[in-house]
């Protein structure tokens, strides 16, 4: 048992922490047909966890998703459960942080600190847990819950986080008497590791989401723009500014990208251009942007087309795209935005990390990042 600042690796002293993003679903990041691309396989989702383990990355985040988003893909429709994962996970590894996204209407408070708690023990207290409210109403109605309205979905989460604290932090019994939930003499033993309690993430990005995280999360995201790095900038100070200021909290801000590397820059722009344009799976990612709520009635067409090739690219993260000393630019250039760290994908998910790691980790290391 100790203070989270020392035994969960999120806090350690790396300059740009790293993370891989949904390794635990097929397709992961990329909605294409190309071969290569990954399967919800134990073997595959494992081997990425070693490589990030070997790489010491200090966040690993499943996506929670219970179905896909359709096309020839069904892209993301076979994947594995967060939770259980995790605790599989962290089983088979030693150093990497790791993640489970958490839908809240999916999972009684009780059961989800019961269940952090013992991921927390497994991996020794380097486990974190991000919270997601849900959007996809076809995910939701296989509960039988009704997705609430937008800012209804934080006013429960916020319950149903607090019930988790306390069970994580309150030794005797409780009652709780909220508008979403009750608990009659909430118990809880053992305790997690990590004091005060795990890491929370929440990757809100409306203005209720982002004060959700502000103000009971460790841990946000900040989508980067891609054709205003100014702004994503000012958006970052702002981000912790308002935690600090308003909120008497330090946060930590991660975004999310994926790496296409080629020997030179031509042949990484030219292999990005055959998955998205040539073999992207068009309809999934139109499913994906209308499940999603984008407003694509306000959209021009090249704007919307343009957000749906940065879907298929890499989940809407933002794209390194070229030689591995470009990539390690691309990563300098987004730690000097005053992001903690990124989470990672690559189209072909297990042969680009193995590159990663043999050519262009090195580098990074090198250049101080690491
Ligand atoms: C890094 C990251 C991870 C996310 N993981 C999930 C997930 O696993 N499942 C999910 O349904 N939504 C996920 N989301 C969506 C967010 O939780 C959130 O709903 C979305 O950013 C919209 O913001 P809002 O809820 O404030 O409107 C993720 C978003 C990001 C940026």
Not at 16 to 35: E, H, M, P, V, Y
Not at 108 to 121: G, R, S
Not at 224 to 235: G, K, P, Q, V, W
Request: charged share 25%.
């Amino acid at each position: 048992m100790g203070d989270r600042r020392e035994i969960n690796p999120l806090y350690n002293q790396h300059r740009l922490k790293l993370g891989t993003f949904s390794s635990n679903l097929s397709g992961g990041c990329a909605i294409t047909t190309i071969d290569g691309v990954l399967q919800a396989t134990w073997p595959d989702t494992l081997e990425l966890a070693r490589m990030a383990d070997e790489m010491e990355f200090e966040a690993l985040v499943p996506v929670g998703r219970w179905k896909g988003f359709g096309g020839v893909t069904n892209f993301n429709g076979a994947g594995f459960e967060c939770l259980t994962w995790a605790a599989g996970i962290a089983a088979s590894t030693k150093r990497c942080g790791i993640f489970s996204t958490t839908h809240v209407p999916t999972i009684h408070p009780v059961m989800a600190a019961k269940q952090v708690t013992t991921i927390d023990h497994i991996s020794n207290g380097r486990f974190a847990l991000n919270i997601v409210t849900g959007w996809y109403t076809g995910e939701i109605d296989m509960f039988g819950e009704t997705l609430m309205d937008h800012d209804q979905r934080y006013d429960r989460a916020l319950e149903w986080l607090e019930i988790l604290k306390l069970l994580w932090t309150r030794e005797e019994e409780f009652d709780y008497v909220g508008r979403f939930y009750q608990v009659r003499k909430g118990w809880l033993a053992p305790k997690p590791l990590q004091k005060p309690h795990p890491v929370v993430m929440c990757a809100g990005g409306s203005g209720k989401g982002r004060d959700f995280a502000a103000r009971h999360c460790d841990v946000a995201f900040v989508a980067c723009n891609t054709e205003d790095l100014d702004e994503t900038r000012a958006r970052i100070a702002d981000y912790r500014r308002y935690a600090r200021e308003e909120c008497g909290r330090e946060l930590m801000i991660w975004s999310n990208a994926y790496i296409v590397q080629g020997p030179t820059e031509k042949e990484a722009r030219d292999f990005h251009h055959y998955y998205v344009y040539e073999r992207g799976d068009w309809e999934a990612a139109t499913n994906l942007v209308e499940t999603m709520g984008a407003r694509t009635e306000i959209m021009t067409p090249e704007i919307l087309r343009a957000m749906k090739a940065n879907f298929i690219g890499g989940w809407g993260g933002y794209p390194l795209v070229g030689t591995r000393d470009q990539i390690v630019d691309g990563l300098r250039m987004m730690s000097g935005l005053g992001l903690d760290g990124t989470l990672l994908s690559w189209p072909r998910y297990i042969a680009g990390m193995r590159e990663f790691q043999t050519e262009t980790f090195p580098l990074l290391k090198q250049a101080g990042l690491r």
